[in-house]
């Protein structure tokens, strides 16, 4: 049975999860727009993802120069070089402060224009891992694919399941520590499936495709879509439209993730708690156990 760390999602007591699913850790946002607070509970630090062009109004990337500079369009360019990794570590300690530690450090692709190759970030990378591991040795750092944009340069380097795979098989040859952080909504876009665009074929290509990175997922990014509406909105069934399909995911998913790796949930729904809600009892109800 897998076992999932609930994540909790967006503001409010109505993003909390239904009873008896205790959620200890809460998504923290950390983009270069975001304002540093106090966090007083475990956390993942969600940084930078790359949609839109930033202001950088947030506190912890003044005087940063080389983050502030690489940008396209206004739209921030992650893991530019080097020196915009070792900046980026100093752009975590400004926002953490003297809070506790994350638990987990999500971070995000580059954009291949300027990083066309795995292994071009991870020599990037690299250098942030060794940096931030001394300072906070037990935050686990994971790495979501990513696929939607306002940059139009390039796409992002890792954003379908073949490329997820591709990072997934660099860093068991790097002997890094970098783990990933599925988010399966922007892997079926990847895959141009949208609402109601799944096949028993194509689900079954994409999960084969994942099956050898198992091991090097550790969290997973779930939400929903509808008809008309954008991103983040909707539940499974308004998503998968057919229930059979929608049935077929989850078991796929069990599958994948039936060992005995804990793996966080992030239930990334933005349009209200019975939608949020809808999703987690899917989960509550096809095998999945939260601890």
């Keep these: 049975m897998p076992k999932l760390i609930p994540v909790r999602y967006g503001r409010g007591k109505g993003m ?14 950390a983009h270069f727009d975001s304002r540093v607070k106090k966090v007083d ?16 109004k ?12 690489a940008r396209g369009a206004g739209i ?4 530019y070089d080097k020196r915009w990794a070792e900046e980026f570590v100093t752009y975590i300690k400004n926002f953490v402060g003297e809070d506790r530690p994350p638990e987990v450090i999500e971070i995000h692709p580059p ?20 940096e931030i591991s001394e300072i906070y040795p037990k935050s686990n750092i994971v790495l979501e694919n990513r696929s939607g944009t306002q ?4 796409k992002f380097l890792v954003s379908n399941a ?14 890094l520590d970098l783990k990933l952080a599925v988010d399966f909504p922007q892997v079926f876009t990847a895959h141009r499936m949208g609402v109601g665009d799944f096949t028993e074929e194509s689900l079954n290509h994409i999960f084969d495709t994942l099956s050898s990175t198992k091991k090097n997922i550790l969290s997973m990014h779930i939400w929903g879509k509808k008809q008309g509406s954008r991103a983040h909105h909707g539940t499974l069934d308004t998503y998968f439209i057919d229930n059979d399909l929608k049935e077929l995911f989850l078991m796929k998913l069990s599958r994948l993730f039936d060992d005995d790796m804990l793996r966080y949930f992030v239930p990334e729904v933005q349009s209200g708690y019975d939608d949020y809600h809808t999703i987690i009892r899917d989960f ?3 095998d999945f156990q939260f601890i």
């Design 151 to 154: 940059y139009r340069k390039s």
């Design 58 to 69: 947030s506190e912890a990337v003044k005087n940063l120069e080389k983050i502030e500079s």
């Design 111 to 130: 954009f291949e224009d300027y990083c066309p190759k795995i292994n071009d970030f991870l020599e990037t990378y690299e250098v942030f891992e060794n």
């Design 284 to 286: 509550s109800s096809s």
């Design 76 to 79: 921030p360019q992650l893991w």
């Design 162 to 175: 073949k490329e997820i795979k591709d990072l997934s098989d660099s860093i068991d040859s790097s002997g």
């Design 41 to 56: 509970s475990d956390y993942s630090l969600h940084t930078e993802y790359s949609y839109l062009r930033r202001q950088m």
């Design 16 to 29: 909390s999860y239904p009873d008896g699913i205790k959620a200890e850790i809460r998504e923290v946002p």
